[in-house]
């Protein structure tokens, strides 16, 4: 059985950072390629950023690009985000995601196969 446990969510002010990590078991981790996604209250599932199974590969929305750093252990079967200079944009559900085998775009979630239950991120001004 697959699980996708997402962790490091809390509260911050804006400026601040925040870690979020996702444990992954059940699926061989090195050879799935994975995402974070996120959702605003009253607003649809929007994707954050991407990371290639090798790690080689990584895609950041414009609104996180240059803020957020998506990396992954594969030893540990653990992706991870880093969130730096969050704004209170930024405040949402956080949720980690494994691409399914045959691919697709990147940022749709039609692309993933699994899925977490989410952390909470809120930032406030």
């Known amino acids: 059985q697959v699980q996708v446990v997402e962790t490091g969510g809390g509260m911050v002010q804006a400026g601040g950072s925040l870690i979020l990590s996702c444990k992954v078991s059940?699926?061989?981790?090195?050879?799935?390629?994975m995402g974070w996604f996120r959702q605003a209250p009253g607003k649809e599932r929007e994707a954050v950023s991407y990371i290639s199974r090798t790690g080689r590969t990584t895609h950041y929305s414009d609104s996180v690009k240059g803020r957020f750093t998506i990396s992954r252990d594969n030893a540990k079967n653990t992706l991870t985000l880093q969130m730096n200079t969050l704004k209170p944009d930024d405040t949402a559900m956080y949720y980690c995601?494994?691409?399914?085998?045959?691919?697709?775009?990147?940022?749709?979630?039609?692309?993933?196969?699994?899925w977490g239950q989410g952390t909470q991120v809120t930032v406030s001004s």
């Open positions: 995601a494994a691409r399914g085998r045959f691919g697709g775009i990147w940022n749709s979630e039609a692309s993933y196969s699994y």
């Open positions: 059940g699926l061989t981790f090195d050879t799935y390629d």
